[in-house]
């Protein structure tokens, strides 16, 4: 295996000339420049990446964190941050906490050893005194997250106007007993979708019911149990605001093997806009956030922060929605604008 000394003895010149050359350092001549990459290429030499990001303090790696990656929401984001990444010159690992706050701490240690350069936090756990000590060790952006109290830069949707637009159309629909469905750990992201459901209710004089809130709803499976629970407590229940389209795809399945019609005598409103929410019969009315846009303008600020130390850290970057109208709400026969 050839050796930088075997590089700078085939090119004729100083092991020291070589080193700058790989790790792109000036004051190397274009000529000088030349005959090293030469022969590098001759003898197949490849300089240890580890050993480079040793002596730069970088590690070139961002750390990601987020609740679950079965999620298809998380599942697109990482694959639009590692895309985005690869473009700055740096890779992704992503970390699962599975709402764990110690999981999460263990994950975030990885900053303070310098076994990272950064931090994506896609859910926060931890209360934030428990995280901004981590900041000393490097940048952490948050991404789908927010926390007012936070000093951070937070990239994420409007998500009580989603939910607060997503309840005002099941009630445009003529739903006047509305269940909200969520799963879970309490994110602030889901405090927020909670907020603008229970003040849709409100501007609409609609009754709230605090037993119809469910918050432990992840998937299809759990969306079959949501449907019984719900038609077994509450036989009166005739819209629902989901989290998920999984989950909504699971009551919606499981309202049609029981003989119940979607939207007639149940409608059902999803978030996220996966390809389930295309494949079910009825289709599933969906929130579509935004995801690669905010991955995108996250790896964006990271590396920013992470280049250019003394860049501003606090920016908020906030997104629209767009609530796709489809077939599992549509009771009434939308008008033409």
């Given at each position: 295996?050839?050796?930088?000394?075997?590089?700078a003895?085939?090119?004729?010149?100083?092991?020291?000339?070589v080193?700058?050359?790989?790790?792109?350092?000036?004051?190397?001549?274009?000529?000088?420049?030349?005959?090293?990459l030469?022969?590098?290429?001759e003898?197949?030499?490849?300089?240890?990446?580890?050993?480079?990001?040793?002596?730069?303090?970088?590690?070139?790696?961002i750390?990601?964190?987020?609740?679950?990656?079965?999620?298809?929401f998380?599942?697109?984001?990482?694959?639009?941050?590692?895309?985005?990444?690869?473009?700055?010159?740096?890779?992704?690992?992503?970390?699962?906490?599975h709402?764990?706050k110690?999981?999460?701490?263990?994950?975030?240690?990885?900053?303070?050893?310098?076994?990272?350069?950064?931090?994506?936090?896609?859910?926060v756990?931890?209360?934030?005194?428990?995280?901004?000590?981590?900041?000393?060790?490097g940048?952490?952006?948050?991404?789908?997250e927010?926390?007012?109290?936070?000093q951070?830069s937070?990239?994420?949707?409007?998500?009580?106007?989603?939910?607060?637009?997503?309840t005002?159309?099941?009630?445009?629909?003529?739903?006047?007993?509305?269940?909200?469905?969520?799963?879970?750990h309490?994110?602030?992201?889901?405090?927020?979708?909670?907020?603008?459901?229970?003040?849709?209710?409100?501007?609409?004089?609609?009754?709230?019911?605090?037993?119809?809130?469910?918050?432990?709803?992840?998937?299809?499976?759990?969306?079959?149990?949501?449907?019984?629970?719900?038609?077994?407590?509450?036989?009166?229940?005739?819209?629902?605001?989901?989290g998920s389209?999984?989950?909504?795809?699971?009551?919606?399945?499981?309202?049609?093997?029981?003989?119940?019609?979607?939207?007639?005598?149940?409608?059902?409103?999803?978030?996220?806009?996966?390809m389930?929410?295309l494949?079910?019969?009825?289709?599933?009315?969906?929130?579509?956030?935004?995801?690669?846009?905010?991955?995108?303008?996250?790896?964006?600020?990271l590396?920013?922060?992470?280049?250019?130390?003394?860049?501003?850290?606090?920016?908020?970057?906030?997104?629209?929605?767009?609530?796709?109208?489809?077939?599992?709400?549509?009771?009434?026969?939308?008008?033409?604008?």
């Open positions: 295996m050839a050796t930088i000394e075997d590089v003895k085939l090119a004729g010149l100083s092991r020291t000339t080193s700058r050359v790989i790790n792109d350092q000036p004051y190397v001549t274009d000529e000088k420049k030349s005959r090293i030469q022969a590098m290429k003898l197949g030499y490849v300089p240890n990446s580890s050993a480079r990001r040793l002596r730069s303090q970088k590690t070139e790696t750390a990601v964190l987020l609740p679950r990656l079965r999620n298809p998380f599942g697109n984001l990482i694959e639009a941050m590692e895309e985005k990444a690869s473009e700055w010159g740096y890779q992704v690992i992503v970390c699962q906490t709402d764990s110690q999981k999460e701490l263990d994950y975030l240690q990885l900053l303070k050893t310098k076994q990272v350069d950064g931090v994506v936090m896609a859910s756990i931890n209360d934030w005194c428990d995280i901004e000590p981590y900041l000393e060790s940048p952490i952006v948050l991404c789908n927010y926390k007012e109290e936070a951070v937070m990239i994420h949707m409007d998500q009580r106007r989603a939910a607060y637009e997503s005002s159309h099941l009630i445009d629909q003529g739903c006047k007993q509305i269940a909200y469905v969520s799963g879970g309490e994110s602030h992201a889901a405090y927020e979708r909670k907020l603008g459901f229970t003040q849709a209710l409100q501007d609409h004089a609609i009754p709230f019911h605090s037993e119809m809130i469910i918050d432990w709803a992840l998937d299809v499976s759990d969306g079959q149990k949501v449907f019984h629970y719900l038609t077994k407590h509450f036989p009166e229940v005739d819209g629902i605001f989901t389209d999984e989950v909504a795809a699971g009551i919606i399945y499981e309202a049609s093997e029981s003989e119940w019609e979607i939207p007639a005598d149940i409608a059902v409103v999803g978030f996220d806009n996966q389930i929410s494949l079910m019969v009825p289709s599933i009315t969906t929130v579509e956030q935004p995801v690669r846009e905010m991955a995108e303008k996250t790896i964006e600020v590396c920013s922060q992470i280049i250019h130390k003394s860049q501003r850290n606090d920016q908020r970057f906030v997104y629209d929605h767009e609530l796709l109208v489809r077939n599992s709400t549509k009771r009434k026969k939308l008008s033409l604008q």
